[in-house]
């Protein structure tokens, strides 16, 4: 399922349900638990669904079996619940009218959390007769609203749809835009960063698991290259402190089958897993900048206190009686925390508020020991306009326990942090939201991977582009002469209806006046040779690769050669059927509604100029080089044009040519003690990578003429704005008999 049909789903879900909601006596807030139990109902059946073939193959594989296992044991086992046929989708959806509806789904939810323990208390069960003391259809007709989720969505899209409708309850109630959630493509480059394969994963402000949910998807991607992995062999440890959202990422963990335990709890004074170094992995989108955070509390808390307490410059000073002892900004609290949480070799992610990348005093102490403890591996700073509820731009951390130093001054050469700056990597969505594509993930983890030392994971990456491109070459060159073909049908057509038909001395004037001999003689559009011959000569080097034992960089790039050449004739090709399609367009118009008869049978004969924009469309689809859209479908290439993976190929090869990491200027940077030292201990990636100077490739005279003729431009446009200006005073006058 794409972005946009994402949005058009959760937007008509949405007002569909608050359409309802205004049938009842419900406030908002009472609406949200029944309607979000539905939504979990919804997903568990399609999960459920598609692995219900399996569970009716090992129930008859075992007819003859000593040990008959229970349908139930089989169904946890394959897809992590059990759902009898009362807690089927299908069934409550088919239920009569008359039927106690709401007795039903409160049954239902009953029957999945008998099978599944871990969900006891947490499905909303007496709040669906709450939905009937003003109208006894809203049970049913909710029902059939979220029967439109398809069948094929996935855990993710679960997660998203929980999300969205989350905020918009929450903002329906004045709480300031809903929950600071993170979206899903940070979540997953945060994922193919730390490379959580299995062992146990960390989450102390957890929402609705979103973060669970993405490790276990990332496990389900690479199951062909890490074998005996599964997510099965993930078990996550989560906590929350309001008790409905601990509730929601249950029902998260379960419909996607995953093993673990959230707990309501405060963070900050409770420790109900027992945190200190007991993970394999940490991730976490913490509460930004929180003030309130008692510091006698938290002082002696080995979570918080082993590499130092953010303290106020007053701290140690008499407080007035009954006034409390606050930490001055927990950011560095939850820092802490991530680090204290991981086991020796252990891996960490967390989302930050930019601020704390340069904090000053007891902060900057802070982080002056985790940098020179090696405990911080890479520093990543974010675009703004990433999140869905805030703006503001944040930065990634990231910590690798394998790199402990015991002795700094012994081990201080060798420590050095990853800075990639991110701020210019991302695919606008709409006009105030940005995210990661899924290839701009991969390309922004290989370069954590080649800096690593790990050249296979780069080759591989560059294979799969190629193998990609592969695919939608041939389909590119394809729609490229069926257009030509389907233009040339419609101009042979256009051309005898012209030179067979009577035309009065009206029209003849017509003609003579818009040109239209010459137009019509000109609308021939014969093939870019050029372009057609690049395309082949790509589709050749690409096909010599493909039968080479391994992978090689010099030969990845004999490849790009050559798909560079097709990728810069494409341009030419696209503007050359773009102008000859106007122009016929164009003709075809001043023909259709100046010189036809209306009952002019010959006229039908044409070929419909809307199916051969269409074929332009289809050649522009298979072209375009950026994806200013989400692609239609989900799958790696579909939907994606070549020219789009070669786009991500030569962004790659372009910053690392001999696939081994270096420093990029304005992408990323490995930076030593001295150099941080030097930068005061900021992890600002912005410090380190530089920036980019574009050259415009103009002379110093071309550039003196530019800028002549920009401010002559700019003189005109403000002399016509002061006439305007003084028409307005005129006019005013004369309204106010002035």
Same mark, same amino acid.
């Given at each position: 399922?794409?972005?946009?049909?994402?949005?058009?789903?959760?937007? =008509?879900?949405?007002?569909?349900?608050?359409?309802?909601?205004?049938?009842?006596?419900?406030?908002?807030?009472?609406?949200?638990?029944?309607?979000?139990?539905?939504?979990?109902?919804?997903?568990?059946?399609?999960?459920?669904?598609?692995?219900?073939?399996?569970?009716?193959?090992?129930?008859?594989?075992?007819?003859?079996?000593?040990?008959?296992?229970?349908?139930?044991?089989?169904?946890?086992?394959?897809?992590?619940?059990?759902?009898?046929?009362?807690?089927?989708?299908?069934?409550?959806?088919?239920?009569?009218?008359?039927?106690?509806?709401?007795?039903?789904?409160?049954?239902?939810?009953?029957?999945?959390?008998?099978?599944?323990?871990?969900?006891?208390?947490?499905?909303?069960?007496?709040?669906?007769?709450?939905?009937?003391?003003?109208?006894?259809?809203?049970?049913?007709?909710?029902?059939?609203?979220?029967?439109?989720?398809?069948?094929?969505?996935?855990?993710?899209?679960?997660?998203?749809?929980?999300?969205?409708?989350?905020?918009?309850?929450?903002?329906?109630?004045?709480?300031?835009?809903?929950?600071?959630?993170?979206?899903?493509?940070?979540?997953?480059?945060?994922?193919?960063?730390?490379?959580?394969?299995?062992?146990?994963?960390?989450?102390?402000?957890?929402?609705?698991?979103?973060?669970?949910?993405?490790?276990?998807?990332?496990?389900?991607?690479?199951?062909?290259?890490?074998?005996?992995?599964?997510?099965?062999?993930?078990?996550?440890?989560?906590?929350?402190?309001?008790?409905?959202?601990?509730?929601?990422?249950?029902?998260?963990?379960?419909?996607?089958?995953?093993?673990?335990?959230?707990?309501?709890?405060?963070?900050?004074?409770?420790?109900?897993?027992?945190?200190?170094?007991?993970?394999?992995?940490?991730?976490?989108?913490?509460?930004?900048?929180?003030?309130?955070?008692?510091?006698?509390?938290?002082?002696?808390?080995?979570?918080?206190?082993?590499?130092?307490?953010?303290?106020?410059?007053?701290?140690?000073?008499?407080?007035?009686?009954?006034?409390?002892?606050?930490?001055?900004?927990?950011?560095?609290?939850?820092?802490?925390?991530?680090?204290?949480?991981?086991?020796?070799?252990?891996?960490?992610?967390?989302?930050?508020?930019?601020?704390?990348?340069?904090?000053?005093?007891?902060?900057?102490?802070?982080?002056?020991?985790?940098?020179?403890?090696?405990?911080?591996?890479?520093?990543?700073?974010?675009?703004?306009?990433?999140?869905?509820?805030?703006?503001?731009?944040?930065?990634?951390?990231?910590?690798?326990?394998? =790199?402990?130093?015991?002795?700094?001054?012994?081990?201080?050469?060798?420590?050095?942090?990853?800075?990639?700056?991110?701020?210019?990597?991302?695919?606008?969505?709409?006009?105030?939201?940005?995210?990661?594509?899924?290839?701009?993930?991969?390309?922004?983890?290989?370069?954590?991977?080649?800096?690593?030392?790990?050249?296979?994971?780069?080759?591989?990456?560059?294979?799969?582009?190629?193998?990609?491109?592969?695919?939608?070459?041939?389909?590119?060159?394809?729609?490229?002469?069926?257009?030509?073909?389907?233009?040339?049908?419609?101009?042979?057509?256009?051309?005898?209806?012209?030179?067979?038909?009577?035309?009065?001395?009206?029209?003849?004037?017509?003609?003579?006046?818009?040109?239209?001999?010459?137009?019509?003689?000109?609308?021939?559009?014969?093939? =870019?040779?050029?372009?057609?011959?690049?395309?082949?000569?790509?589709?050749?080097?690409?096909?010599?690769?493909?039968?080479?034992?391994?992978?090689?960089?010099?030969?990845?790039?004999?490849?790009?050669?050559?798909?560079?050449?097709?990728?810069?004739?494409?341009?030419?090709?696209?503007?050359?059927?773009?102008?000859?399609?106007?122009?016929?367009?164009?003709?075809?118009?001043?023909?259709?509604?100046?010189?036809?008869?209306?009952?002019?049978?010959?006229?039908?004969?044409?070929?419909?100029?809307?199916?051969?924009?269409?074929?332009?469309?289809?050649?522009?689809?298979?072209?375009?080089?950026?994806?200013?859209?989400?692609?239609?479908?989900?799958?790696?290439?579909?939907?994606?044009?070549?020219?789009?993976?070669?786009?991500?190929?030569?962004?790659?090869?372009?910053?690392?040519?001999?696939?081994?990491?270096?420093?990029?200027?304005?992408?990323?940077?490995?930076?030593?003690?001295?150099?941080?030292?030097?930068?005061?201990?900021?992890?600002?990636?912005?410090?380190?990578?530089?920036?980019?100077?574009?050259?415009?490739?103009?002379?110093?005279?071309?550039?003196?003429?530019?800028?002549?003729?920009?401010?002559?431009?700019? =003189?005109?446009?403000?002399?016509?704005?002061?006439?305007?200006?003084?028409?307005?005073?005129?006019?005013?006058?004369?309204?106010?008999?002035?």
């Amino acid at each position: 399922m794409t972005t946009e049909d994402l949005k058009k789903l959760e937007d =008509n879900l949405w007002t569909a349900a608050t359409r309802m909601r205004s049938d009842s006596d419900l406030k908002l807030t009472e609406f949200a638990t029944p309607v979000l139990g539905l939504i979990f109902l919804k997903f568990a059946d399609n999960k459920y669904s598609a692995v219900e073939a399996e569970i009716n193959k090992e129930l008859a594989a075992q007819k003859d079996s000593r040990r008959q296992r229970k349908v139930h044991e089989i169904a946890i086992e394959k897809c992590g619940f059990y759902l009898p046929k009362e807690a089927r989708y299908s069934y409550l959806l088919e239920l009569a009218e008359k039927e106690d509806i709401a007795k039903a789904i409160k049954e239902a939810m009953a029957e999945i959390e008998r099978y599944k323990p871990e969900l006891k208390d947490t499905l909303p069960q007496d709040e669906y007769y709450d939905l009937t003391r003003t109208d006894k259809s809203l049970p049913k007709t909710l029902l059939k609203t979220f029967s439109d989720i398809p069948m094929d969505a996935t855990g993710d899209v679960f997660g998203k749809i929980y999300e969205y409708f989350l905020g918009k309850f929450a903002m329906a109630e004045g709480q300031g835009g809903g929950e600071f959630f993170t979206p899903t493509s940070v979540v997953k480059y945060m994922v193919e960063v730390i490379e959580p394969y299995s062992g146990t994963i960390f989450d102390a402000a957890c929402g609705s698991g979103g973060m669970f949910v993405q490790s276990s998807n990332f496990i389900d991607q690479r199951k062909k290259e890490l074998k005996n992995t599964d997510p099965k062999d993930l078990y996550v440890y989560g906590t929350e402190k309001t008790l409905e959202t601990v509730k929601l990422a249950k029902m998260n963990i379960a419909v996607n089958g995953l093993r673990g335990s959230v707990i309501q709890a405060n963070t900050y004074y409770e420790d109900p897993h027992g945190a200190f170094e007991k993970f394999d992995f940490v991730m976490a989108n913490p509460p930004f900048n929180v003030k309130d955070v008692n510091y006698d509390r938290v002082q002696n808390d080995k979570r918080f206190n082993t590499y130092g307490i953010p303290q106020n410059k007053s701290a140690g000073k008499k407080k007035p009686e009954g006034d409390a002892n606050l930490v001055p900004n927990a950011n560095y609290m939850w820092i802490n925390l991530f680090a204290t949480s991981l086991k020796a070799k252990g891996r960490a992610a967390l989302v930050m508020a930019n601020s704390a990348s340069d904090a000053r005093n007891s902060e900057k102490d802070i982080r002056e020991t985790l940098i020179k403890k090696g405990l911080i591996s890479q520093m990543v700073t974010l675009s703004s306009n990433m999140f869905n509820t805030v703006t503001l731009p944040a930065s990634l951390w990231f910590f690798d326990k394998s =790199n402990l130093v015991e002795d700094f001054e012994a081990e201080k050469d060798n420590i050095k942090v990853l800075f990639v700056d991110a701020r210019n990597v991302y695919r606008q969505i709409d006009r105030a939201h940005r995210e990661f594509t899924q290839e701009q993930i991969w390309n922004l983890a290989t370069i954590t991977r080649l800096y690593k030392g790990n050249t296979d994971r780069f080759l591989s990456l560059v294979n799969k582009y190629i193998g990609q491109i592969s695919e939608l070459l041939a389909p590119a060159e394809n729609a490229y002469t069926t257009y030509l073909t389907d233009h040339a049908i419609l101009v042979t057509a256009f051309k005898k209806w012209y030179s067979n038909a009577k035309f009065n001395k009206e029209q003849k004037s017509f003609i003579a006046e818009h040109k239209l001999d010459e137009a019509i003689a000109q609308l021939e559009l014969h093939a =870019n040779k050029a372009f057609i011959a690049a395309l082949q000569t790509a589709e050749k080097s690409i096909a010599a690769y493909l039968q080479t034992v391994k992978a090689e960089n010099k030969s990845q790039h004999q490849v790009a050669t050559a798909c560079e050449k097709a990728n810069e004739l494409k341009k030419t090709a696209r503007k050359e059927l773009d102008k000859a399609f106007r122009a016929l367009e164009k003709t075809y118009k001043l023909a259709e509604k100046h010189l036809r008869d209306k009952n002019d049978k010959n006229w039908k004969v044409i070929p419909s100029l809307k199916a051969l924009r269409e074929a332009l469309d289809k050649f522009i689809e298979f072209s375009n080089e950026a994806m200013n859209k989400e692609p239609k479908y989900t799958q790696d290439s579909e939907g994606k044009s070549a020219f789009y993976f070669y786009k991500n190929m030569a962004w790659l090869q372009e910053r690392f040519p001999e696939a081994k990491y270096e420093d990029v200027t304005g992408l990323c940077k490995a930076a030593g003690i001295a150099e941080i030292e030097e930068q005061d201990w900021s992890l600002n990636s912005g410090r380190y990578v530089g920036v980019v100077i574009e050259e415009d490739g103009m002379t110093e005279e071309e550039f003196n003429d530019e800028i002549l003729k920009l401010h002559s431009q700019l =003189n005109k446009l403000s002399s016509e704005a002061q006439v305007i200006l003084n028409s307005i005073d005129l006019n005013i006058l004369k309204l106010t008999n002035e």
